[in-house]
């Protein structure tokens, strides 16, 4: 039973009454709370603010550089695109007689106007081709009409080619590549002006990620020292977002990457790269930064909560307190003993909680090291069966070398034995027969005319050894290089087929690698051959070009051609061309068609 208070302890009752003792607990302990939950936000809440907000705009940073590389690579597709018209041989072997007065101009754009036209349709994104002279005249057109201020004519002896500004024609946005088209002497010829639809770089490639409706992509490039926006998806942008989008693709014209943050939108810049074109995305702040502001609101949230709690946790604790100002020392000491059992039993509650989380976080990390050793025992397994493969491939290139050796070798021995046994015989034999027809008596006229023409087919006989022991191993490669055998190797096909042969070389030196001439000659005598035997063909250009440090031979013929998807794999002649490319570092590229002619281009390192 408590006992009655002390006469020390009525004053102080009567001198503050139980209610207002406890108001003045209950809004100490509130602000003291409140004021540890204010320091543990600044301390927390704020730096996660910035690293979350620096994460948000390093991901659309990161948007806006893979959105840079696509546009890039597109760019660069457009110039391939018209590098390969200027390849095509038999307009620049024509457009070459134009200049030198063997063909007038309306027949070669006659002869090339269809040729360029089934070139523009071989691409959708191409809408239309014009050829300039070397002048700078149009010489033939298809396509829409490209206008003289988007014309650009690569400088002389250069072998680039140039892009200009992007124009509109007939509704759509092109860019005009301009691309050299050179002659037999590397002299220029023409330019070939292609136009490109930007359509497909639009609809594909700049569209904003995401769902928000107010983000846009741009493309500028600097139009008389002014930033000009030619491209913005999914919509024009609106006046409010422009100034702010003029100054990040200024700062991508200018070569730098980074984020602009204003009052409600972020954008990011970077330039594209190998062009004059800057990119600017732009993201609605409060998007961007939504996911942000929900976990920090639900950071907030739960720390309110806790707060709430707490002080509706202390006021049902106030409330009894304040009706006994004066308690017995029995009954307060009974009061923190109860308290210390609860609070001790919650801490061996939580330590068994914590004891049984470690538990289970030392199972996840035994577990992440299992995974992660079996990753390392198949990552072994993968980098074996690699090596394995890699061995493979030696054996199969080295194989491949013994092979083309063996071939070289038995010709070289044929090509020996016919030359010089062969050879040696025959002429032996024919001095036999001269000596035979000049021993006979007078009166045998009869047989010493079949000695005559016996001695002659000995000759026919000689001639044609020769002949094949020269295709079986080339002297003039030895002594002359590859121009002069290739030219011999010309002159024995067309004297003995019908067909139009037209040789072109340039600026090929005569002492490059004996490996690489061999097997461009090689190619050369292969492609020949067939073209002679199987193609129906009424023209074969052959062609030898130096571009920089590469050698390109390239044969093309106007014959029946063929089915790449089956001919090649059971041609033998086909395979040892590539398997020499293979061995040298160098590429083989067959194209045809049946009805198309066939066009092989091989091309390796000097």
Known sequence: MPLPPSDAEVPCAAA??????????????AATLLAL?????????VPLLGRLTRSEQAGLAHVAETKALAVGEWYRRAEDLARQITSRTQIRDVLEDVYAGRVSRERFAAYAGPRLADAMKRSADVVGITRLSRDGEPVVSCGEAIPKNAWRIPPAGSGKVLVSAPVTLS??????????VTGRDGSRLATDLVAVDTAQLAEK?????????????ALALRDKGAVRTFLAEPKPIPEALAPAMDKGLGEALSGRVGILAATDTVIAYTPVADTDWGLALSADSRLLYAPVRAELAAMLASTAGVYALCLIGFGILLRPLTGRILLEARELSAMVADRTRRLTGELSARKEAEKALQE????????VAERTRRLAEANAELLALHERLEGEVEERKALSRELINLLEGVRLDISRDLHDHTGQLLTTLRLTLNAAARDLPGDAEACRDQLVAAGQKVDQVQ?????????????TLDYFGLVPSLAALIDEQQAASTLAFHFFHNEIPADFDRDKALALYRIAQEALSNTIRHAKAANVHLSLVRREDRITLSVEDDGAGFDTATRPATSLGLTLMRERMVQLGGTLLVESAPGEGTHIVAEVAL
């Open 37 to 45: 939950a204010v320091g543990v936000a600044m301390a927390t809440i």
């Open 360 to 367: 289970a976080r030392d199972g996840l990390e035994r577990r």
């Open 463 to 475: 001639t044609e050894i020769k002949a094949l022991a020269r295709g079986l191993r080339p002297d």
């Open 16 to 29: 503050l009454p139980p209610g207002r003792l406890g108001r003045r607990l209950f809004l100490y302990f």
């Open 171 to 180: 509704g759509k946005r092109c860019i005009v590549v301009g691309a050299p």
């Open 205 to 217: 490639i700049l569209q904003p990620p995401g769902e928000d409706p107010a983000a846009r992509l």
